[in-house]
Nanobody, 118 residues
Framework: QVQLVESGGGLVQAGGSLRVSCVAS????????MAWYRQAPGKERELVAG???????YLADSGKGRFTISGDNAKNTVYLLMNSLKTEDTAVYYC????????????WGQGTQVTVSS
């Protein structure tokens, strides 16, 4: 079984930067892509960024020019660097991993809280 553990969240002032991390452990062989989602109170969980084979496959409009997704395959880790943070970026950020064709290969982390203060 795959376990995803996020870290790096915290409190940051608007305009600042934060990098959240997600470490995958267990049998990660089925994983083909990873992504970051976020969910703010009262809102649906939304896709923020995705990465596959070291290439960014998706970046939400809200993150363009500010967010960068990257990975370190050797460390089974994916990162989301968030610059120029805004209060509306406040949310729980979740790591997601999925396989290419295996429908059973889909995992979520527990989330890490990011709070942006004004």
């Amino acid at each position: 079984q795959v376990q995803l553990v996020e870290s790096g969240g915290g409190l940051v002032q608007a305009g600042g930067s934060l990098r959240v991390s997600c470490v995958a452990s267990g049998d990660t062989t089925c994983i083909a892509a990873m992504a970051w989602y976020r969910q703010a109170p009262g809102k649906e969980r939304e896709l923020v960024a995705g990465i596959r084979d070291g290439v960014t496959t998706y970046l939400a409009d809200s993150g363009k020019g500010r967010f960068t997704i990257s990975g370190d395959n050797a460390k089974n880790t994916v990162y989301l660097l968030m610059n120029s943070l805004k209060t509306e970026d406040t949310a729980v950020y979740y790591c997601n991993a999925l396989g290419e064709f295996d429908r059973n290969c889909k995992f979520w982390g527990q989330g890490t809280q990011v709070t942006v203060s004004s």
